[in-house]
């Protein structure tokens, strides 16, 4: 059975710092995973992936504040997140699926196939 955990969320100040983790088990490490995120009253939006080749890619709205790692050994999925801002605010969830690499819909959430239950952050001014 798949099961996607996240940690690491919580309350920072604007310009701080925080990171995520997501622990994988039942499943490969080196599939596409995946960031989400899902600000209050609005759609859960893809912020970023990494492939099986650890080649990421990032939403134009994190690009250059995020950045996503892996430890395959550690099946564990990372988002550390830099110079925070309060619309960062929100519902992080990490996601997997199929495949070596992420594909041109990595950023819509019905082409992943599993989900954490998400980590809350929240970023205050």
């Known amino acids: 059975q798949v099961h996607l955990v996240e940690s690491g969320g919580g309350s920072v100040q604007a310009g701080g710092s925080l990171k995520l983790s997501c622990v994988v088990s039942?499943?490969?490490?080196?599939?596409?995973l995946a960031w989400f995120r899902q600000a209050p009253g609005k759609e859960r939006e893809g912020i970023g992936d990494i492939n099986g080749y650890e080649r990421t890619d990032y939403a134009d709205s994190v690009k250059g504040r995020f950045t996503i790692s892996k430890d395959y050994p550690k099946a564990t999925l990372y988002l550390q997140m830099n110079s925070l801002k309060p619309e960062d605010t929100g519902m992080y969830y990490c996601?997997?699926?199929?495949?070596?690499?992420?594909?041109?819909?990595?950023?819509?959430?019905?082409?992943?196939?599993?989900w954490g239950q998400g980590t809350q952050v929240t970023v205050y001014s």
């Open positions: 039942g499943y490969s490490a080196l599939n596409c």
């Open positions: 996601a997997a699926k199929g495949g070596l690499l992420c594909g041109d819909n990595a950023r819509e959430e019905a082409s992943f196939d599993y």
